[in-house]
């Protein structure tokens, strides 16, 4: 992959309202995709991914992620977020051929929940 | 079972000192990972080890970083002299098996300030 980009730096939005959180990549070759999320003072964690099959994957704590080949697109959504939620998301995408299976990664979004 | 650990947590040297950061892995993984992000931006890949061997160190920006992998268990990154711009959070990650996709767990990550 060449690049991850995460459209929004920060994304403020009222408590129980839905977000969707936007990712892009460029590639030339298949890709597995990836959500992390980062807690105020705590590591990265998987949220969910995508290496194949169904294109709507699941995951933790009530989100989802569509993946659009092609929009090139792997955007986060949930339908009514918590102010648990608050934390960094990040958006990474690894070469499927690249058995190293290195990550590059987008920019991150902070997700800022309103009470 | 344990996580990855990183040690320390924060680091705060001056420019031109050394310092060296440890990763411990998740128990039997062999794979070992090293990534940074720098000021807000995305994270960056360092490189990979399979057990003692680097793999990739592709992202490694210049030689006053060394990695080592001894046994194939923990790893350190020294960076010496340390520059400004090495400030930043680094962060290990490990996953087990062979040439197939294994999820990559992270560690809390070790936040180096240099002044």
């Known amino acids: 992959a060449q690049s991850v980009t995460q459209l929004d730096s920060q994304v403020p939005v009222f408590e129980e309202a839905p977000v969707e959180l936007r990712c892009n990549y460029s590639?030339?070759?298949?890709?597995?995709l990836f959500w992390y999320v980062q807690y105020p003072n705590q590591g990265l964690q998987l949220l969910l991914k995508y290496l194949s099959g169904s294109t709507l994957v699941k995951g933790i704590n009530g989100f989802e992620a569509e993946f659009n080949k092609s929009q090139t697109s792997f955007h986060l959504r949930k339908p009514s977020v918590h102010i648990s939620d608050t934390a960094e998301y990040f958006c990474?995408?690894?070469?499927?051929?690249?058995?190293?299976?290195?990550?590059?990664w987008g920019a991150g979004t902070k997700l800022i929940i309103k009470p | 079972e344990a996580g990855v650990t990183q040690f320390p947590s924060h680091s705060v040297i001056e420019k031109g000192q050394t310092v060296t950061l440890r990763c411990d892995p998740i128990?039997?993984?062999?794979?070992l990972y090293w990534y940074r992000r720098v000021m807000g931006k995305e994270i960056k890949f360092l490189l990979h080890?399979?057990?003692?061997?680097?793999?990739?160190e592709s992202g490694m920006p210049n030689n006053r970083f060394l990695a080592e992998r001894t046994g194939g268990t923990y790893s350190t990154l020294k960076v010496q002299p340390a520059e400004l711009e090495d400030s930043g959070v680094y962060f290990c990650a490990s996953s087990q098996g062979d040439s197939s996709y294994y999820e990559q767990y992270f560690g809390p990550g070790t936040r180096l300030t240099v002044t």
């Open positions: 080890f399979v057990k003692e061997s680097k793999q990739d």
């Open positions: 128990s039997g993984h062999d794979n």
């Open positions: 990474a995408v690894s070469e499927s051929m690249d058995s190293n299976y290195q990550l590059i």
């Open positions: 590639s030339s070759v298949s890709v597995y």
